[in-house]
């Protein structure tokens, strides 16, 4: 058996896994795992993945956990261009640097304002206290200027003059937001035309092929009860 992802596209790292292997022709059989349908908590996938959370990697009998992880492994195995994951010592720690620090700044930020702003109010029908999506939305906000002062600064990318593996971390984390509504661009000419950037290397067709779910999130009908009760953990998490 060869190369194995379990993916959902609702999952922003699993966005970042899809683009990459695509971008770079690396072939593998996709393994959808629906969250909503609670498909992560299966025994069989346990086998996969004891952590039960996507993405995950199967490579024969080797199998890994976490997106970063899983990146990496790709890069390394598959030796994609070297600018996704620079040997230069600075211009990889420039990408680990952003790597270690985007799991409890942007993820945190970004996961808990599309889920308050849009996922809990009309899909699960739990109303969200307005001074708690507006201490969410500052977070954000004092994140979208940490990105841009200290990671993109005055560069064309985050590591530097080329895309790397970070801005598809980056882009996949920021249009979860995008997804409810919220501005994440306006008023940031230097986020926005990155952006921009970040798309053109990876090419619209792709693009928009692994934020298609997310951006139709809105259309989503209510949940029912039973998704409402495997995700009372999550809201417990991210309304906080």
């Known amino acids: ?26 072939p593998f059989e996709l393994r959808t795992v629906e969250l909503f349908k609670g498909q992560q908590f299966s025994d069989a996938f346990a086998q996969v993945n004891p952590l039960r959370k996507v993405p995950a990697l199967k490579d024969g009998n080797f199998t890994l956990a976490e997106s970063v992880a899983i990146l990496l492994y790709l890069s ?11 040997q230069d010592l600075q211009a990889r720690a420039r990408v680990d640097e952003y790597l270690a620090w985007q799991h409890t700044g942007l993820r945190n930020a970004c996961t808990r304002a599309m889920w308050q702003k849009m996922m809990f109010p009309m899909f699960l029908g739990e109303p969200v206290p307005p001074e708690t999506l507006a201490s ?59 952006r921009q950037r970040v798309e ?14 997310i951006l139709k999130a809105k259309d989503l009908p209510p949940a029912d009860p039973v998704v409402k009760e495997k995700l009372k953990p999550l809201v417990q998490s991210l309304m906080h």
């Not at 053109?200 to 779910?213: I, P, S, W, Y």
């Open 1 to 26: 058996m060869g190369l194995e992802l379990y993916l959902d596209l609702w999952s922003q790292p699993c966005r970042a896994v899809y683009i990459f292997a695509k971008k770079n022709g690396i």
């Open 76 to 86: 390394r195995k598959y030796e994609t261009p070297d600018h996704w994951y620079p």
């Open 136 to 194: 969410t939305l500052a977070e954000l906000d004092k994140c979208l200027q940490l990105l841009e002062d200290k990671f993109l600064k005055d560069k064309d990318f985050l590591a530097g003059p080329h895309i790397s593996v970070a801005d598809l971390v980056a882009i996949t984390e920021l249009m979860h937001p995008v997804s409810a509504g919220c501005h994440v661009f306006k008023n940031r000419p230097k986020l926005a035309a990155w």
């Open 200 to 213: 053109a290397a990876v090419g619209q067709d792709l693009f928009q092929e692994a934020h298609k779910t």
